[in-house]
């Protein structure tokens, strides 16, 4: 079976974000079930506020296009998102919204969809608070599925996140790493079997 590429980032830009530990653990477990991974840090990719007068005069900003870049690489996604007022981060909003602008003619690769259109998605959450993230997570499962995503039914919120990670960055619960595990192999056995068909499925959208 073709190894599916996986791109595995958080929705937050702090240094200390339990969303990020989140995201790796669910890289070590997407890596270990086989998928040819690669984690990115937002911090890495600052980007202004969306602004349609900004695109008209600038264009896409250039850590937009180097992240574009990197989701065309991609077939699949594996997201860690904090949720903030019940919803996606600010962050994360903006960055799936700058990647979904046309570049140029916005044909084929060029398109704002393209970074999105027929990948797979395994999303997940980590909060201090009771609700491990869960609130925020139907809201991104719209987005993504909005922009041509397939978005896995099962999803993982880790509650009470402040005590939930190891010194080494690993979940101390045994069933909540196991769960993660899941979610990880899933995405990464659903993408490779994508990469295989000779013809890959694509969602039907209304218009």
């Not at 608070?129 to 919120?157: C, M, Y």
């Amino acid at each position: 079976m073709t190894k599916a590429k996986i791109l595995v980032f958080a929705g937050s830009a702090r240094r200390d974000s339990l969303n990020k530990k989140l995201a790796r653990v669910a890289e070590r477990h997407a890596r270990e079930a086989g998928g040819e991974v690669t984690f990115v840090d937002l911090e890495e990719f600052p980007m202004p506020l969306y602004h349609g007068d900004l695109e008209a005069s600038s264009g896409m900003p250039a850590n937009a296009v180097k992240l574009r870049a990197i989701f065309l690489e991609h077939d699949a996604l594996i997201i860690a998102s904090p949720e903030n007022n019940t919803s996606v981060t600010a962050l994360l909003k903006n960055t799936l919204d700058w990647l979904s602008r046309s570049i140029g003619d916005g044909k084929g690769e060029r398109s704002g969809l393209a970074p999105y259109r027929g990948k797979l998605a395994g999303i997940l959450s980590a909060s201090p608070g009771p609700f491990g993230g869960a609130r925020g997570l139907p809201h991104l499962r719209q987005i993504l599925s909005s922009l041509g995503v397939t978005v896995l039914g099962a999803q993982v919120s880790i509650v009470r996140a402040g005590d939930a990670f190891a010194p080494d960055g690993a979940l101390k619960d045994e069933r909540e790493d196991r769960l993660v595990a899941m979610l990880a192999r899933a995405v990464v056995d659903t993408a490779s079997k994508l990469r295989e068909a000779p013809d890959p499925p694509r969602i039907m959208q209304d218009h």
